[in-house]
């Protein structure tokens, strides 16, 4: 008796084979519509963009990436959009980052005009702390100093007027 229930439990052969290949079928339109909506290339590249090769610079390293950008064309000349872009600012030159194009919140801020940060990275030595701050960088909105200045380990008797 128990095992006619459990007999006729089983769906049969073609109902499990119908099943599978429904299974199978969504699986496969899952993978087309993921495929359509983030296709390959919209993350590292722009379907218009010129500079194929700027953009696809190989990650090195943050130090490596700072001192030397991968990108021959000027930062100037690449086209411009609305959008931050995390790698256009990757990309761009420490010393343009700082004069030329400032980010629109901190538009307003004139340069050589002296602040105290917003923000401090607080780390012991190899503790990781420059690629914290490559990270943070990366915004548009944020401005780092260009060095550490371990202000209240080596610099503090210089003063406030000196960490500005
Ligand atoms: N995410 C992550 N995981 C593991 N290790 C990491 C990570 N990020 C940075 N690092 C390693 O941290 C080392 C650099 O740390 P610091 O930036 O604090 O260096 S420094 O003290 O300011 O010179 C440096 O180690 P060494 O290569 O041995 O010098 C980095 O490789």
């Known amino acids: 008796?128990?095992?006619v229930l459990l007999f006729s439990r089983i769906p049969p052969?073609?109902?499990?084979?119908t099943r599978s290949s429904i299974c199978f079928l969504s699986m496969f339109l899952c993978y087309l519509c993921y495929g359509a909506l983030f296709p390959a290339d919209s993350v590292m590249q722009k379907a218009?963009?010129?500079?194929?090769?700027?953009?696809?610079?190989?990650a090195d390293g943050a130090k490596r990436r700072v001192q030397k950008p991968p990108c021959a064309l000027p930062w100037d000349a690449r086209p411009s959009s609305g959008e931050p872009s995390r790698l256009k600012s990757d990309l761009r030159p420490p010393s343009t980052l700082r004069v030329d194009t400032p980010s629109p919140p901190m538009g307003n801020l004139k340069f050589g005009n002296k602040k105290l940060p917003n923000a401090i990275i607080v780390g012991v030595k190899k503790g990781g702390t420059r690629a914290v701050l490559e990270f943070i960088r990366i915004h548009p909105d944020v401005r780092a100093a260009g060095t550490e200045t371990h202000f209240f380990d080596r610099n503090y008797g210089r003063?406030?007027?000196?960490?500005r």
């Open 13 to 17: 052969f073609s109902h499990r084979l």
């Open 159 to 163: 003063g406030l007027e000196w960490y």
């Open 48 to 58: 218009g963009d010129p500079t194929p090769g700027c953009q696809r610079a190989p």
């Open 1 to 3: 008796m128990a095992c």
